[in-house]
Nanobody, 123 residues
Framework: VQLQASGGGLVQAGGSLRLSCAAS????????MGWYRQAPGKQRELVAL??????????NYADSVKGRFTISRDNAKKSVYLQMNGLKPEDTAVYYC???????????????WGQGTQVTVSS
């Protein structure tokens, strides 16, 4: 299984970016999907989470991004997205996608991580 993230880059404060993450491999089902970030010298933190079909696709956001970021998913494409508006310098970090995946060869969900994509917001 691979999670391929893309869409990071350099943007000025107040700008926007859209991150994408696509899962591939012998996947049976995908449960929750999310985005995390890790800034230099800090722990990885949850940015946004979206549940699977069973959870109704409900979303949850870190307080620091509420009202600015929007998470969405396309189950047919096995993909999750993060629309980031009103970016601030403190949003600068490496962003990682995460998904709880049930493989065709197993009977339980396991978490998988993408490779990370750098987001840099200049002031």
């Amino acid at each position: 299984v691979q999670l391929q993230a893309s869409g990071g880059g350099l943007v000025q404060a107040g700008g926007s970016l859209r991150l994408s993450c696509a899962a591939s491999g012998s996947i049976s089902r995908i449960n929750a999907m999310g985005w995390y970030r890790q800034a230099p010298g800090k722990q990885r933190e949850l940015v946004a989470l979206i549940t699977g079909v069973a959870g109704g696709g409900s979303t949850n956001y870190a307080d620091s991004v509420k009202g600015r970021f929007t998470i969405s998913r396309d189950n047919a494409k096995k993909s999750v997205y993060l629309q980031m508006n009103g970016l601030k310098p403190e949003d600068t970090a490496v962003y990682y996608c995460n998904a709880n995946i049930l493989l065709t060869s197993t009977s339980r969900y396991n978490p998988y991580w993408g490779q990370g994509t750098q987001v840099t917001v200049s002031s």
